[in-house]
């Protein structure tokens, strides 16, 4: 038994965390997942190179009965880890009986950015083949419906989250990216191979990824030019065949003391197309709209008057790939 659970597949399966719990009581038990009820730590080879994920299993969770899954991708200098505690997606995976997997980016970053690679991604780096492999990897482990598969990310996760639109179409029933803008020349090296529903946050005053676009600076010898919010919200509304103009609403201002207020921007999706849903956060910074604020002088406010993680999620239920 022990050494069916600590070999197969390189996974501790749910169903054996009372016997890994006894195993690490005892000494017997080293790197098994940490005793958080949900979570599971695991890796896989790609490429050679050995790659880290987190997955969050509900409670509700049976092989006989297939579930949705989402791949939820960090922003740079963060984890796995990190994304699951800024957006709490484990807590709306509990209560609405999806998975989620929380991949690693090596070094903590993403090549989400197709313009910067003119010879293809560097040698172990190549974050398509990672997050195609592990859909794979997790759909041979648990009862995945292979047509309620999602990509969502934060900043250069988010910059990812649109890559996978790009590269990996057939794999995902939607996407959704927050705090992130597109850089420029986009359009020349993403190709969707269909209509992707696609559901985008941002906030009016990022810091990082300015509103109407301009010069990113990402890192110390590094600058990118970014297209605005807007040329990225007409790259989907024109691959997705959707209707302009879009139906623009104000959301309720729940929270008036954080400063912000947001309105909502719903394109409609054309004859054989897919629908765009565009979320603009007035006031709202680099953040993640619904999770706790931290370092506002850095990276600006953090909206309180929804739920992102929510209104994803309940963007992704509208969406299922046809047979």
């Avoid at 509103?211 to 807007?230: I, K, M, N």
Wanted: aromatic fraction near 10%; proline fraction near 8%.
């Amino acid at each position: 038994m022990f050494s069916s659970f600590i070999f197969h597949h390189g996974r501790f399966r749910k169903d054996t965390r009372p016997a890994i719990l006894s195993l690490v009581a005892a000494g017997l038990c080293t790197g098994c997942p940490l005793p958080n009820p949900g979570l599971i730590s695991a890796s896989i080879n790609v490429e050679g190179v050995r790659r880290t994920y987190d997955l969050y299993v509900p409670a509700s969770y049976e092989d006989s009965q297939e579930v949705p899954l989402l791949v939820a991708l960090h922003p740079f200098a963060s984890t796995g880890r990190g994304m699951s505690r800024m957006t709490d997606f484990n807590a709306v995976a509990e209560a609405e009986g999806f998975i989620v997997a929380y991949p690693d980016g090596r070094t903590r970053l993403w090549n989400g950015d197709p313009t910067d690679e003119p010879n293809g991604p560097p040698e172990g780096r190549d974050d398509v083949a990672f997050i195609d492999a592990l859909i794979s990897e997790i759909q041979e482990e648990y009862a995945i419906d292979a047509r309620r598969v999602y990509a969502t990310g934060a900043s250069n996760g988010a910059l990812m989250a649109q890559r996978l639109g790009c590269d990996l179409t057939e794999r995902f029933a939607a996407i959704a990216s927050v705090m992130i803008t597109l850089p420029v020349g986009w359009e020349d090296v993403c190709d969707p191979s269909s209509p992707l529903p696609t559901l985008l946050i941002q906030g009016v005053d990022d810091p990082f990824f300015p509103w109407e676009g301009g010069t990113v600076q990402q890192g110390p010898f590094l600058q990118s030019e970014y297209d605005s919010a807007a040329s990225m919200v007409q790259f989907w509304v024109d691959n997705n065949a959707a209707v302009t103009p879009p139906v623009t609403e104000q959301l309720p201002d729940t929270d008036p003391a954080d400063g912000t207020t947001i309105y909502r921007e719903t394109y409609a999706p054309g004859q054989d197309g897919a629908e765009v849903v565009f979320y603009g956060v007035n006031g709202g910074g680099h953040t993640w709209p619904g999770s706790t604020p931290m370092l506002q002088r850095l990276v600006g406010v953090t909206s309180q008057d929804m739920d992102a993680s929510r209104v994803i999620w309940d963007f992704f239920t509208q969406h299922v790939k046809p047979q």
